[in-house]
């Protein structure tokens, strides 16, 4: 199976393994379809999840009645290393991190759950009941729908609509960590710390970032010491301006721009 194919490579390419296993908690939450549950939530979900819309089997329309709506803070740790999914996400709003951390402490982000995301950790957890091979936290205040993994199990085999969007967003998610392969592998650090700076300031749409040298080492996978050094050499370029916990676009940009 593909998940297992590309999960395979993963962990070969980072030659990481798994210490400990851990149960996580079932989260519980307002029923999508009930009264109680924000009037949006439906809407939001088929804008971000079209796919979906026009289902109209009756067991996955009482699967997704069951599914439960649920507000999770910033900063909440979502799932752990060795623990197992008990439910499946589909994100209305926020960002959640998936990373990893070695056993000296240095954390390597493995990629982003966006809206509209799915998250492939999860669905190798969910599908072969094996533990949560990364961390995911919430990196902003994030609306959710969740189905039970039993629900999660039933609506593979029963829609054809939610296979689809699983097969779909497992591709794109696919395509998405072998091009972060190929750029560890072969692009120049200093490369990819510009291309990541030019990112994150289009995707804030600001020319001031509020970032440390530590969580841009975080991104990348090395020290905070070898980041502090190469932003220098960006800022004696002119590309940035370094100010405490904040970095500024610089007149020069061009190393940044170009990697958007």
């Not at 079932?26 to 026009?54: N, Q, R, V």
């Not at 998250?119 to 957890?125: E, K, R, V």
């Not at 050499?233 to 405490?244: F, G, T, W």
Request: charged content about 25%; glycine content about 4%; hydrophobic content about 40%.
């Amino acid at each position: 199976m593909i998940i297992d194919l590309v999960v395979y490579f993963y962990y070969s390419y980072r030659a990481f393994s798994l210490r400990y296993y851990k149960r996580c908690p079932i989260m519980s939450g307002t029923p999508i379809l009930s009264a109680a549950a924000p009037i949006l939530s439906m809407d939001k979900l088929y804008e971000l999840y079209p796919k979906l819309e026009d289902e109209r089997n009756e067991k996955w329309l009482e699967i997704l009645n069951r599914a439960q709506f649920m507000t999770v803070s910033d900063g909440s740790l979502l799932a752990e290393t060795g623990s197992h999914c008990a439910n499946f996400m589909l994100l209305l709003d926020g960002v959640v991190r998936v990373y990893q951390i070695d056993e000296q402490g240095k954390e390597l982000t493995m990629y982003r759950i966006m809206p509209g995301d799915v998250c492939l950790m999860s669905l190798n957890s969910l599908i072969h009941d094996r533990p949560f091979r990364a961390n995911a936290t919430a990196e902003s205040q994030i609306n959710m729908v969740m189905l039970s993994s039993q629900d999660f199990k039933l609506a593979m085999g029963v829609s054809e609509a939610f296979r689809m969007l699983i097969l779909s967003s497992l591709v794109d998610t696919v395509c998405t960590m072998v091009q972060s392969f190929y750029d560890t592998a072969f692009e120049p650090l200093d490369m990819r710390l510009a291309c990541l700076l030019g990112q994150l300031f289009e995707r804030n749409g600001t020319e001031m970032l509020e970032i440390t040298h530590q969580e841009l080492s975080q991104e990348l996978g090395t020290s905070r010491e070898v980041i502090s050094r190469l932003l220098k050499k960006l800022e004696q370029k002119e590309s940035i301006v370094l100010k405490r916990g904040k970095i500024m676009m610089g007149k020069n940009n061009i190393h940044l721009s170009k990697c958007i």
